[in-house]
């Protein structure tokens, strides 16, 4: 058989078995049993809290698997497309006690776009400024949905930045004052160093317990995607 020929068949065949597995794993986690839902009901900002290393956790008390790990860039227009398709199926798993879903923010833009990376640090470093985790999800909300357009100079200016704040009732002072911070801003490099340090080269990054994830199809319903 023509090598090159052998290679494609090869090829595809381990393609179609990495989305089977996919399509099992995200069945599974699908069809778990929702043994969490005999607590008190809660909604995805009660399950926010902040980890040392400037990610954040979204889980019940007690759940630890399996872990559903989103590596995101807030100016990335592919994060706002994975946000409207599955972003409110994570946050459902992760009020029924299926996940234990890790965020991710950094800025996956390198020096040769200036003007995009710039717009996603300070995008970031806002993120980072977000001190009380009930409100943290409002505020990537908010990013998501002024994204501006990647080659727009100036973008997420800080007094945009600074007015989505306000309007999730964050004080504005010490907002500001966290935005403007040179430790604000050695913390968002310290995310895209160990975004870029766990093999993440893109944006949207998903993964389940390691595995990466194909995010471009909805999983409302991943047992009907066989």
């Known amino acids: 058989m023509d090598t090159s020929r052998f290679h494609a068949i090869r090829t595809r065949a381990v393609k179609l078995a990495v989305a ?3 399509i099992v794993m995200l069945g599974v986690v699908a069809l778990a ?7 008190a009901a809660a909604s995805p900002s009660d399950l926010v809290s902040f980890r040392p290393d400037g990610t954040i956790m979204m889980a019940r008390p007690g759940v630890t698997a399996p872990v ?8 990335c227009p592919y994060c706002r497309d994975f946000e409207r398709l599955n972003g409110g199926v994570v946050r459902e798993w992760a009020v ?3 996940v234990a879903v890790i965020i991710h923010p950094f800025t996956v833009f390198g020096e040769n776009t200036r003007v995009t990376r710039d717009n996603s640090r300070r995008a970031l470093m806002a993120s980072l400024c977000v001190t009380d985790p009930r409100k943290w999800l409002d505020f990537h909300d908010a990013l998501y949905s002024h ?6 100079e100036g973008g997420f200016a800080v007094e945009e930045l600074v007015g989505y704040a306000k309007g999730i009732g964050i004080a504005e002072a010490e907002f500001t004052t966290c935005l403007n911070s040179q430790e604000t801003a050695d913390r968002a490099d310290a995310l895209s160093k160990l975004a870029f340090a766990r093999g ?3 944006t949207p990054t998903i993964r389940l317990d390691g595995r990466d994830l194909d995010w471009s199809t909805s999983w409302a319903t991943p047992v009907q995607q066989v």
């Open 200 to 202: 993440v080269q893109g």
């Open 33 to 39: 049993p929702n043994g969490q839902q005999e607590r």
């Open 20 to 22: 089977a597995v996919v």
């Open 68 to 75: 559903l790990e989103v590596y995101e860039d807030y100016q």
């Open 96 to 98: 029924q006690g299926k």
């Open 147 to 152: 994204q501006p357009e990647e080659t727009l």
